[in-house]
């Protein structure tokens, strides 16, 4: 398996646009995970799945967040709009019962906000 | 709420030398912890998987070992070499917050030659 799979790898955006972050977890994984890395505050939780829903999104700082997992192979982080505190590092994570849930995470995608 | 405490935040260290990095936890009621190593400006990689109910896992240089109880896990790297150097973190899970990991804020390895 080619591991957790992230795009882009690298955002640059302006203050107010939306933003797209996709991930593509390993095949057979049936937990998904979104984390947040800054300086600041390290490695943060903002939302994970379970077999495609969404179980606790309290991690999610604002309404202008929100995530998906329309089916098994695929989630979206989107961010609208963005704002220059959103600068981060995203990370998503999948694990599966077999593997005692060990977590497998993806390159991560560097945002930008200017 | 767990809270996940690593000490020291930094080191520094000659090639060679055999060291310690240290990892505690609030809340002992913990499913699994997780060792990762972060290069500057990358991702993290899984060192070391250990489940609530062992004692200590290893991988070649690296040994892990937990006391649940004490709320205490500690990253043992033998012979330490420059290659090593990096931020290691250390991570728990609970199984009533769907496995999802609580970091620790690293601590960042210098292995000089």
């Known amino acids: 398996d080619a591991g957790v799979i992230q795009s882009p790898r690298h955002e640059v955006t302006e203050m107010g646009q939306e933003v797209t972050l996709r991930c593509k977890p390993i095949?057979?994984?049936?937990?998904l995970f979104w984390y947040r890395q800054t300086m600041m505050r390290g490695l943060e939780l903002l939302i994970y799945?379970?077999?495609?829903?969404?179980?606790?999104d309290s991690g999610m700082p604002e309404d202008r967040f929100s995530a998906k997992m329309p089916n098994a192979s695929f989630s979206t982080l989107k961010i609208q709009p963005s704002e220059p505190r959103d600068s981060a590092v995203y990370f998503c994570?999948?694990?599966?019962?077999?593997?005692?849930?060990?977590?497998?995470f993806g390159p991560g995608t560097r945002l930008t906000v200017t | 709420k767990q809270e996940v405490t690593q000490i020291p935040a930094a080191l520094s260290v000659p090639e060679g030398e055999n060291l310690v990095l240290n990892c505690s936890f609030t809340?002992?009621?913990?499913?699994?912890l997780q060792w990762f190593r972060q290069d500057p400006g990358k991702g993290l990689t899984s060192l070391l998987l250990?489940?609530?109910?062992?004692r200590e896992q290893t991988s070649g240089r690296l040994n892990a070992s937990l006391d649940k109880s004490s709320g205490r896990s500690t990253l043992y790297i033998a012979a330490s070499q420059p290659g090593d150097s990096a931020t290691y973190l250390c991570?728990?899970?609970?199984?009533?917050?769907?496995?999802?990991?609580?970091f620790g804020k690293g601590t960042s390895l210098l292995v000089t030659p």
């Open positions: 994570a999948s694990s599966y019962r077999g593997l005692k849930y060990e977590q497998y």
């Open positions: 095949s057979g994984h049936d937990y």
């Open positions: 799945f379970n077999n495609n829903v969404p179980i606790d």
């Open positions: 809340d002992s009621a913990i499913y699994n």
């Open positions: 250990i489940q609530s109910s062992q």
């Open positions: 991570a728990v899970t609970h199984s009533n917050s769907g496995y999802a990991l609580n």
